[in-house]
């Protein structure tokens, strides 16, 4: 189901990491996620409200939006 605030996520398992962009553009990687909580968030209905509850908060995260910028603008 559509996100209304979540635009797209990838998990890298064996990093451990979460990229997930919004819909305003912000890009931000949440570290050592671990894969069963990858899981519940790609199988959940409501991503924003999963992400919400069960990520936000609760996992060190750094934002690359400008990094992300710079490798799609051409």
Request: charged share 30%; hydrophobic share 40%; net charge negative.
């Amino acid at each position: 189901m559509p996100s209304s605030v979540i635009r797209f996520f990838r998990y890298a398992p064996d990093t451990r990491e979460l990229q997930v962009t919004f819909v305003t553009g912000r890009v931000y990687v949440y570290e050592d996620v671990p894969p069963e909580v990858a899981a519940a968030f790609r199988e959940a209905r409501s991503k924003g409200t999963f992400f919400n509850l069960h990520i936000r908060d609760r996992f060190a995260y750094r934002e690359i939006t400008h990094d992300y910028a710079d490798q799609t603008e051409a």
